[in-house]
């Protein structure tokens, strides 16, 4: 049971096609260091304390490697489901969702569910610590960071509109952590309304109820692989992570 008392579950998504990464496998299934990406990031959620339960999001065709290649091999006890992915990843987001409602516990129901990027592999302890507490606090947060470099605004024609002061700029990152009954009522009212432009879990948040969700500071190696740059930077930071380990 997580902090607190309440029912921490992690949807992790990994139904993506992973196209700007090029070749036939999915970005999630790479290898890195000798594992699929997919590994480590469950692997996190697995040794964390505060994860009571595993809800893995992939593609159909992917399912029964799942359950054999990751969950058994690697002795994932907490993945506890494994369902199929849609389109889009709101999508996934949804069916992952409607497990946690349809199948699961009123106490998993009434807790708290993290929603997390499948190839984002260098999600820690601290992260999961410091988003836990603000969902717990707030009902919505993101991990998020400040960005390094000046973000400016376009129009229509790729001429600079505003520069929005760096200070108030973050890039967004998962785990994005809410009240499992306020996503789950969020995503029930995206779903519904038909809109399509829904890039992640705070905008929907943001978009159907009127809690504001609360940025908590992630980490500049929680990036997100999709490219081959990615993968190269990833396993630079794999190295460094395993040298911190034995030392």
């Known amino acids: 049971m997580g902090k607190r008392g309440k029912h921490c579950t992690a949807i992790v998504l990994a139904a993506g096609q992973g196209r700007r990464m090029g070749g036939n496998v999915s970005k999630q299934y790479l290898e890195l260091a000798g594992k699929p990406i997919i590994y480590y990031t469950l692997e996190a959620f697995q040794n964390s304390p505060l994860i009571d339960s595993i809800v893995l999001v992939t593609g159909p065709e992917q399912m029964a490697w799942c359950k054999e290649e990751l969950v058994h091999k ?23 969702l409607q497990v946690i409602e349809d199948d699961m516990t009123q106490a998993e129901r009434e807790g708290i569910v993290f929603i997390h990027d499948g190839v984002r592999p260098f999600i820690d302890e601290g992260i999961l610590s410091r988003t836990m507490e603000a969902a717990y606090l707030y009902g919505a947060c993101a991990a998020a960071m400040p960005v390094k470099e000046t973000i400016k605004i376009a129009d229509e024609n790729g001429f600079v509109e505003s520069t929005p002061a760096r200070n108030r700029v973050w890039g967004i990152q998962t785990p994005q952590v809410f009240d499992f009954r306020l996503a789950y009522g969020a995503y029930e009212a995206a779903m519904e309304s038909g809109r399509t432009d829904m890039t992640d879990d705070a905008m929907i948040v943001e978009s159907f109820t009127d809690v504001k969700v609360k940025l908590v500071e992630g980490s500049y190696e929680n990036i997100k692989i999709t490219t081959p740059e990615d993968l190269e930077i990833a396993e630079v930071f794999l190295r460094k992570r395993k040298k911190l380990k034995k030392a």
Not at 75 to 93: A, F, M, P, W
């Open 74 to 96: 690697y002795n994932l006890t907490k993945v506890d489901t494994i369902t199929t992915g849609g389109s889009e990843r709101y999508i996934s987001v949804w069916n992952g």
